[in-house]
């Protein structure tokens, strides 16, 4: 499966965000997806864990009461809407499933 993420771009401290993942085969929204997030100089990590249905399955700490992932099964695509963003959230995102992983989308946040 062949991934693209994108929406990303450079706001402030306290706005929001939505990151979109489409997929190039039907068979995304039978799978599970992963948001991940790469911040310079750092590992990449896990943002969520997505269920075909939409349902977040398991999130970061840093996720709770801000992010909120979504998945529309006929389009192919996911969504993570990111609210009240942080400079600590800068980093690039990814989308993934099955060791797939799409390029990903810078957001960069400004304090």
């Known amino acids: 499966v062949q991934l693209q993420a994108s929406g990303g771009g450079l706001v402030q401290a306290g706005e929001s965000l939505r990151l979109s993942c489409t997929a190039s085969t039907r068979f995304f929204s039978s799978k599970i997806m992963g948001w991940y997030r790469q911040a310079p100089g750092k590992e990449r990590e896990l943002v969520a864990l997505?269920?075909?249905?939409?349902?977040?399955?398991r999130a970061a700490e840093f996720v709770k009461g801000r992010f909120v992932a979504s998945r529309d099964r006929a389009r192919n695509t996911a969504y993570l809407q990111m609210n009240s963003l942080k400079p600590e959230d800068t980093g690039v995102y990814y989308c993934g499933q099955d060791g797939s992983w799409g390029q990903g989308t810078l957001v960069t946040v400004s304090s």
């Open positions: 997505v269920t075909p249905s939409g349902l977040t399955m």
